[in-house]
């Protein structure tokens, strides 16, 4: 027992040097920053101002709508997109190296480059509009860059990339034989889908949903890349940096990431309401 | 009186089986080659053999798992290759049990009688049925990662026999428990499929475990089939090389059957010409390429004056003290080795000159192939 203890605290001693750095990182500029919220620039009295002018002004309170309207979409497509390539390529299969690494593959990148990726093919002159209207499908070109779906894409890219790269562990994960054991009881593959494996992952799957999608709600590059930063995709990192670099609004710029700091929180809870709705246990029990 | 009654629900349920020239091919790999093989209705019939002879292969292609390359897989004459696995009745115990972690006992147990539509009330009968069979009452509304191994395996036996499946397949189910454990299941298993009077074919690469439950046993070794036969046949008669050393038969000798004298062959070894005299059989003719083996407590060790055949002199090199019996290593001056063992604790010394003496009708004459 009093081993048992000694060991935990000495525990706390390995854990120290990694404590230090997100003290000084993490925590202080947190704190720092939510403490500028309440003051006005240049001024160190406590206010609500910042508040009341972040939600009385459709300057600041759209960019949670733009942000949501840009972010939800896309994560749900990139949900649908990434767990159909992992399920597919589940289990043994041929090629299946290949296809999960051209579906990371993005990962590596970065969004910049990937931004100026979309950029060459999407744009009005790029080969996808030259393809589709020199096969007849279109007249005019797609517009597909500057706005809200230049973002979208790039979102989707890097979405799909990143919950793909987890999925496939989480897939792998599952014994091949339940879902044998299932179809032998006479389960159809879609019963054994809904009944056995869909429940096994569903708990790992939203978790990653959820990060993913509190990533993506800070997006920035690609909202000024390949978006439309002045309307469309104004979302909230877009409108902090202009406070902050622009207008030198350093109090209204962390508002507006302790708005966004909340808006992630209060997603990822309804997410993991969600969550819990199922089964959230181990997905093997062999002993 | 209950154990009629359970006999009653279950019969006219069971089916049997015949694979005709069943052949797999992974690649350029034959996994299995050309099976054949009948297991009649109410068999237990055990495919035995080490790891890689095709055995679990051959349940695969029966449960539906895998496609046979060629062949026919019937059930009661009716084809069933192109039959989707759902809908082939098998019940099924994996080796790791594969068991719903997301639902209770109770809900496992009933996850194939829900797949059959099976009404509310019935299912829940069927379901005590089965619980009450493999001794599970009380954990119905257990989780499964809250059971022992043993209680796993259980609940995967009485999910699989809930759908009154018309054969049964178990996959090495006991090679998870422990001895102690694994000697009782055996012992279940064994009353389960007298009360349920139901096709069983059953993998293991234990020789002990295929002798003690099955009616039937089939040898298998590299996919091939090397045997069929009731267990004390495979065990006194095993039909070749592989299946007599792997059903523990040892002290092997190559050779020929090079003449016969008064009913019995004289067998002449191909490394050194060694001659033995061995009790004639109906399957052999003077010419065979054969091998001989005896196993080691059939051998004996003569100390004092012995004449006659099959005597053989030697030096025990070491001994092995293994509780029943003690076991020797004897070698022959031309380096040739023999196992023997004796009852009783060590009552020979190491480095002591003996006779070996082979009884020619101990002696079992065995095919090369």
Known sequence: MNRVVFARKRDYLFFLPSLVPLLLLFVYPLLKGLVMTFQETGSSGLTLHNYIEFFTNPRYYDTIFRTLYLVIPATIIELIIAFGITYFIRGKMRGKGIIAGLTIFPLTLGSIIIDMGIISFFKPTGWFNTVLINIGLIDEPFKLVYNYWGTFLALIILGVAFMASNFVGIMDYIDPNLEQAARSLGASRWITFKRVYFPLIRSNVLTVFALNLIMQIGVYSSAVIVGNPASETRTFVVVAFEEAMRNFNYNMANTVAIVMGITQIVILGIVFAIRKRGYIGSASTFK | ?369
């Open chain 2, 1 to 369: 009186m209950i154990q009629v009654e359970r006999k009653k629900i279950f019969t006219g349920n069971s089916t049997r089986v015949e694979l005709k020239n069943l052949t797999k091919k992974f690649g350029s790999t034959t996994a299995v080659e050309n099976a054949s093989l009948e297991i009649d209705s109410g068999e237990f019939m055990t495919l035995l053999g080490p790891s890689g002879c095709g055995k679990t292969t051959i349940l695969s292609m029966i449960l539906g798992i895998l496609e046979p390359t060629s062949g026919e897989i019937a059930f009661n004459g009716q084809p069933i290759n192109h039959i989707d696995m759902s809908k082939r009745d098998i019940g099924m115990v994996f080796q790791n049990y594969a068991l719903f972690p997301h639902m209770t006992v109770f809900q496992n147990i009933a996850f194939g009688l829900d797949m059959r539509k099976v009404e509310k009330e019935e299912k829940k009968k069927r379901v005590r049925e089965v619980i009450k069979m493999v001794q599970l009452d009380g954990l119905e509304d257990r989780f499964i990662k809250d059971l022992s191994g043993g209680q796993q395996q259980r609940v995967a036996l009485a999910r699989a026999i809930v759908i009154r499946p018309r054969i049964l397949l178990l996959d090495e189910p006991l090679s998870n428990l422990d001895a102690k454990l694994r000697k009782e299941m055996r012992t279940q298993l064994k009353k389960l499929h007298r009360e349920l009077d139901i096709t069983t074919i059953y993998v293991t690469h234990d020789q002990e475990e295929a002798l003690s439950l099955s009616t039937k046993i089939t040898v298998m070794s590299k996919g091939v089939i090397q045997q069929i036969g009731a267990p004390e046949e495979i065990f006194r008669r095993p039909r070749n090389y592989f299946v007599a050393n792997f059903i523990g038969y040892g002290n092997f000798l190559k050779g020929k059957l090079v003449d016969e004298k008064n009913g019995q062959f004289i067998f002449e070894t191909t490394k050194d010409s060694l001659r033995l005299t061995v009790n004639r059989d109906n399957k052999h003719q003077v010419g065979d390429q054969v091998f001989l083996t005896i196993k080691p407590e059939m051998l004996e060790i003569v100390t004092g004056e012995k004449t006659g055949v099959n005597l053989l002199d030697g030096e025990i090199v070491t001994s092995d003290y293994i509780g029943s019996a003690t076991g020797y290593e004897v070698q022959m001056e031309n380096g040739r080795t023999f196992q023997v063992n004796v009852p009783g604790l060590n009552p020979y010394a190491v480095g002591q000159k003996v006779k070996l003496y082979l009884d020619p009708a101990k002696i079992l004459i065995v095919d090369e192939e």
